[in-house]
């Protein structure tokens, strides 16, 4: 399956990692649709992996998005993922996304995670 949008790019890769792209420049409230569909496939029992790729260094950072990437775990975890890979515009946010993407203060997450701003290096990590 493969979805473009104004703000997101989706699809699965190699029957088993959904890839998810924020496309730079959107606000918060572009993503709605596209959450949606990620929820919907991430709950898929073929999809074992999430990739993210995030292009935008400030759309990540609000309170709202905040919550997104905490739900996104929270989803991720639910639905027994085995990793869930990030793509940052700069090493320089891996700190926080790193915080998000763990479950923040409170949160262990059950899932693998890798965060690079290398896409290749995050993909092959997904996929061994």
């Known amino acids: 399956m493969e979805t473009a949008s104004q703000s997101h790019e989706m699809k699965i890769v190699n029957g088993d990692i959904l890839y998810f792209r924020f496309i730079k420049g959107n606000k918060v409230e572009a993503y709605s649709v596209g959450l949606q569909q990620c929820k919907d496939n991430m709950v898929k029992p073929e999809v074992t992996k999430i990739v993210v790729v995030v292009e935008d260094e400030d759309t990540m950072f609000s309170s709202d998005m905040q919550d997104i990437w905490l739900m996104t775990g929270e989803l991720a975890?639910?639905?027994?993922?085995?990793?869930?890979?990030?793509?940052?515009?700069?090493?320089?946010?891996?700190?926080?996304?790193?915080?998000l993407v763990n479950g923040g203060k409170d949160g262990v997450r059950n899932y693998d995670s890798f965060i690079s701003d290398d896409e290749t290096e995050v993909m092959e990590w997904a996929a061994s």
Do not use: C, H, Q
């Not at 975890?77 to 915080?99: C, F, H, M, Q």
């Open 77 to 99: 975890d639910a639905n027994g993922l085995d990793k869930w890979g990030v793509v940052v515009p700069s090493l320089e946010k891996e700190i926080t996304i790193r915080y």
